[in-house]
């Protein structure tokens, strides 16, 4: 036995950090030889044979321990040659394929320094399994970070989940196990088997795995995400050289099992939502689809916020390749795809990220910085390089993969604050003795300058719900680098007032008027989401006072606040028709209320008509941010609960040529005929939309023959006309001149 016992029982009793140094083929000392070592535990015989003729000897192997270790030597070849093992069975089958324990690393020392400094922005080309033709062998190499692992063994339904086939090797200081299994491709099942830094043997999931097993099974699967064929060039050209800031953008945001489902117990495939999807989108003219959280999470009930596999989409719906299929058809209809990204936690789930190799390897040790209250989950360790890369690589990875748009990103506020939620005593500071989350600020920096070069035209939106400054301004004017930011403030505060009694509205119209205060502080999204329409809250409608005829022109009215006032908009899957009940998760959206009456059908076709004016009229989406694009030109009319304001932006192509817009909102049931309005500009003003349309679901009362101008100056504007407002109503002009 040329083994030591000390390594002969590191190999046996599964403790060697470095088993191919040991396995495989190896020269012997002085020129004596090659000697030949395999550990395959209940093989009777095992045998060396060369892969070509001649290029070596066929030499058997000697069972050298109990446990399945065979070695053996050869005197006649002095260089090690490619080989196979001949393995022969209990009941006298055979086996033969190329040994694992041949072949060289395949992540390099550049990949794995990369990755240690927190640089590495392809990680998902390194790390996770990776199909891969080595020496001519098609196989999979499998590569994961556990530096305080005592053992890791990758272990399927290749090796019958066995942990002592496939001992894998620590690559230096790296803290990266690493192996390449030949004869394995798609669809392969597997786990990786850790004998953590305590000594106790756990099974857990890839952390980069791009495919797992349905729920609740959860063994990650080897697949290609490279092998789709995509047919949206033209689609990622003009992403390149567009200006989401300066480009309409109306964002259905839906949940994937609840939008449409086939029956009670199963929903749409990605494939399946394609076509209807696409469909609908077209119908309602939405420029964006954004879906809650897409990544393999196990727990259905968390939507998709407590995400175990960062790197696949679920497999609820189908394959990674079935979801770039949606991506790609709702490319090559003309629709942006947003999705959420969740980098603030994770869940405590043993088997997937939680205490990884033993320790606190993706979150924090200190409860104090590492759990979240809320939520029951745990808390990013973003001063940690590898965690950061992690994470970084991943957004990068949806980017371009799976051509993803945009990446709304959950929960900032809860990664800004180290007392996020938590009393006096329950948090640490930095080290200038604050509450902010330094590392999370630079993490946050760092990934969205690197989406916005890498992948330009691709936004970042923050989901960020305090008055942190210059979340969507650059990291190099000292901001946090997101394109986007929603406006938890005009959300709570519209759908504050809007709720309200008319009667007493007139006492509240500030809650209107008050976002334009600090509008220009950020890039906004005017967010209706999911949020509002669960938990007891109640659907959009329901939150509108008043019979069924008030509360539907209460809800247009909103809509139509929220579609003509600055800011991208996102509205939640249901608001567009006036659900009646609020969000179940387990439960499609009631569709056959678009054939209970007017109403549902006719807020269905207001924001149809909304996002198809809206799609034309750059004066609404092109100085969203700028402070010509918006003034108002009144909103003291406290009394009559009466709003105007000039939505307004030159014309391109045509040097000194403007485009005005006048949006007039009467927030009573009260009609107010012969109502004057200053204007800007003389002459003739069009009706372009009345959300009191009889189409609608309205009484049909409105200006539909537009008005004319008078030269009498009223609201601080040099000309005027008379409107009739219609009741609970918003309605759109436009200056023809």
Known sequence: MLLTPQELSDLAGLRHRSPHSILGLH???????????????????????????????????????????????????????????????????????RDPYSFWPTAGET???????????????????????????????????????RRVSVVGDF??????????????????????????????????????AHGALKLNTDPFGFHFEQPPKHASVVWNNRKFHWTDTDWMQRRRSSNPLRSP???????LGSWKRKSAWESLSYRELAKPLVEYLQQTGFTHVEFLPVAEHAFFPS????????????????????????????????????VDWVPAHFPRDGWALARFDGTALYEHTDPRQGAHQDWGTLIFNYGRHEVRNFLTANALFWCERFHIDGLRVDAVASMLYLDYSRKEGEWIPNKYGGRENLDAVEF????????????????????????????????????????????????????????????????????????????????????????????????????????????FANLRTLLGYQWLFPGKKLLFMGGEFGQTNEWNANAALDWSLLDSGPFHRGTQRWISDLNALYRREPALWR???????????????????????????????????????????????????RYRVGLPLAGHWDELLNSDAGVYGGSDLGNPLGVETAPYAVHNQGHSAEFTLPPLSVSLFGHRG
């Open 27 to 97: 020269p012997l000392g002085g020129g004596a030889g090659l000697v030949g070592r395999a550990f395959i535990p209940g093989a009777t015989r095992v045998e060396i044979t060369p892969v070509a003729k001649d290029a070596g000897p066929t030499f058997e192997l000697s069972l050298i321990s109990e446990t399945g270790v065979f070695e053996g030597q050869t005197p006649e070849a002095k260089s090690v040659y490619a080989y196979d093992l001949r393995v022969t069975w209990p009941d006298g089958s055979r086996s033969q394929g």
């Open 111 to 149: 990949d794995l320094f990369l990755f240690n400094e927190g640089n590495h922005h392809c990680l998902a080309d390194i790390l996770g399994s990776q199909m891969r033709t080595l020496d001519g062998v098609p196989g999979v190499s499998f590569a994961v970070w556990a530096p305080n692992a």
């Open 159 to 196: 090796n019958q989940w066995d942990g002592r086939r496939h001992l894998m090797r620590q690559l230096g200081s790296s803290g990266v196990w690493e192996i390449f299994i030949p004869g394995i491709g798609e669809g392969a099942l597997y786990q990786y088997e850790i004998l953590d």
């Open 249 to 255: 953008m109306s964002i259905y945001e839906i949940h």
């Open 303 to 338: 939507w998709g916020y407590q995400v175990t596999g960062f790197y696949a989409p679920t497999s609820r719906f189908g394959t990674p390749d079935d979801f770039q299929y949606l991506v790609n058809e709702l490319h090559r209809a003309g629709f942006g795809v947003i």
């Open 444 to 551: 946050l920096r760092s990934v969205n300058h690197l989406v916005g070069t890498e992948h330009p035209g691709v936004v970042t939106i923050a989901e960020e719900s305090t008055a942190w400054p210059m979340v969507s301004r650059p990291p190099w004017v000292g901001g946090l680098g997101f394109t986007l930011k929603w406006n938890m403030g005009w959300m709570h505060d519209t759908l504050g007032y809007f709720r309200r009694e008319t009667i007493h509205r007139k006492y509240h119209q500030n809650d209107l008027t008050f976002a334009m205060l600090y509008h220009f502080q950020e890039n906004f999204v005017l967010p209706l989401s999911h949020d509002e329409v669960v938990h007891g809250k109640g659907s959009l409608r329901r939150r509108m006072p008043g019979d069924d005829w008030q509360g």
């Open 623 to 673: 100085g969203d941010y700028e402070r010509d694009g918006f003034w108002w030109v009144d909103c003291g009319d406290h009394e009559n609960s009466v709003l105007t304001f000039v939505r307004h932006a030159s014309v391109e192509g045509h040097p000194g040529a403007h485009r005005h817009l006048l949006v007039v909102l009467n927030l009573t049931p009260v009609p107010r005929p």
